[in-house]
């Protein structure tokens, strides 16, 4: 067991996190990786177990209970706060309000993560507020991909930050900073905040090295997606254990900057990055 302040924070054997990957649906993932001692995460998805739920706020309801039903260890969930995503503030406001009416899930859902958007939108809603307030553990983490966003998360009350670098899969910034200085930067400027290391992880080298450069954790997408235990297609999943590093580009998505896979869908659908540089 590696003891750090995520660990103790959320109550975990080892300071891994399942990062969110919606609009994909992650709860069989979040569950497993809860249930042997990571922090598993639910994605913020139309998805739910055995179909679609159009309505997002219903469909993040039925996954969380899906969680309570299959494990009794900690957990989380994501919101995507971008400008363009209209359920982030239903969301945002009803969400909190359903975890404080359950017991077991107050109990267990201890990870709010929001991401692509404003750092504010959750931490400064009154219903989480009031959530926090009745005695929930629960804590927000906000994905800061540059420097300057971590000033604002700071300003907005977060908990703590999600530092992800130009290797991350999703949300990055412009700047094209990796993770290995931006990690360092924000560790120089906030060394008293929890933060979780994002983007390039996969490995126990990995964690060591976060951990090394003041990261409490690392969260791991595209290694959890090819695991048994990951809803994604079998196609999906066989991807990314034979491939090479270089087998990847960055694109603008309509959230921001995404890595995407090399193929032809990444090269004709998506932007070139640096068309809007």
Same mark, same amino acid.
């Given at each position: 067991?590696?003891? &750090? +302040?995520?660990?103790?924070?959320?109550?975990?054997?080892?300071?891994?996190? *399942?990062?969110?990957?919606?609009?994909?649906?992650?709860?069989?993932?979040?569950?497993?990786?809860?249930?042997?001692?990571?922090? #598993?995460?639910?994605?913020?998805? *139309?998805?739910?177990? #055995?179909?679609?739920?159009? +309505?997002?706020?219903?469909?993040?309801?039925? @996954?969380?209970?899906?969680?309570?039903?299959?494990?009794?260890?900690?957990?989380?969930? @994501?919101? $995507? &706060?971008?400008?363009?995503?209209?359920?982030? $503030?239903?969301?945002?406001?009803?969400?909190?309000?359903?975890?404080?009416? +359950? =017991?077991?899930?107050?109990?267990?859902?201890?990870?709010?993560?929001?991401?692509?958007?404003?750092?504010?939108?959750?931490?400064?809603?009154? *219903?989480?507020?009031?959530?926090?307030? /009745?005695?929930?553990?629960?804590? @927000?983490?906000?994905?800061?991909?540059?420097?300057?966003? =971590?000033?604002?998360?700071?300003?907005?009350?977060?908990? #703590?930050?999600?530092?992800?670098?130009?290797?991350?899969?999703?949300?990055?910034?412009?700047?094209?900073?990796?993770?290995?200085?931006?990690?360092?930067?924000?560790?120089?400027?906030?060394?008293?905040?929890?933060?979780?290391?994002? #983007?390039?992880?996969?490995?126990?080298?990995?964690?060591?090295?976060?951990? *090394?450069?003041?990261?409490?954790?690392?969260?791991?997408? /595209?290694?959890?997606?090819?695991?048994?235990?990951?809803?994604?297609?079998? +196609?999906?999943? @066989?991807?990314?254990?034979?491939?090479?590093?270089?087998?990847?580009?960055?694109?603008?998505?309509?959230?921001?900057?995404?890595?995407?896979?090399?193929?032809?869908?990444?090269?004709?659908?998506?932007?070139?990055?640096? /068309?809007?540089?």
């Amino acid at each position: 067991m590696i003891k &750090t +302040n995520i660990t103790e924070m959320f109550g975990l054997k080892y300071p891994i996190v *399942s990062a969110a990957m919606g609009p994909f649906r992650t709860t069989d993932l979040c569950i497993a990786v809860s249930e042997v001692g990571g922090l #598993g995460v639910l994605s913020h998805t *139309s998805y739910i177990p #055995g179909g679609v739920e159009p +309505n997002t706020v219903k469909a993040m309801k039925i @996954n969380m209970e899906h969680a309570i039903e299959h494990t009794d260890k900690p957990f989380g969930f @994501n919101i $995507r &706060t971008a400008r363009l995503q209209i359920d982030a $503030r239903p969301l945002c406001d009803e969400i909190p309000k359903f975890i404080q009416e +359950n =017991t077991k899930l107050k109990e267990q859902c201890l990870y709010a993560l929001t991401s692509a958007g404003s750092a504010k939108m959750l931490a400064q809603t009154q *219903s989480f507020k009031d959530l926090k307030d /009745s005695g929930s553990k629960i804590k @927000n983490f906000h994905v800061a991909p540059a420097l300057w966003l =971590t000033d604002k998360c700071v300003r907005d009350g977060v908990d #703590g930050f999600v530092v992800t670098g130009t290797e991350g899969g999703g949300h990055q910034s412009y700047e094209k900073v990796t993770t290995l200085v931006l990690l360092q930067q924000v560790q120089q400027k906030y060394p008293d905040i929890p933060k979780i290391a994002c #983007g390039g992880y996969a490995t126990g080298m990995g964690l060591a090295g976060a951990l *090394s450069l003041g990261a409490s954790g690392i969260a791991m997408g /595209s290694r959890f997606i090819a695991s048994k235990d990951s809803e994604f297609h079998e +196609n999906y999943k @066989n991807i990314a254990p034979p491939s090479k590093a270089s087998d990847t580009i960055i694109r603008t998505g309509g959230l921001g900057t995404i890595r995407l896979w090399k193929n032809k869908y990444s090269h004709i659908e998506f932007l070139e990055l640096d /068309s809007f540089i």
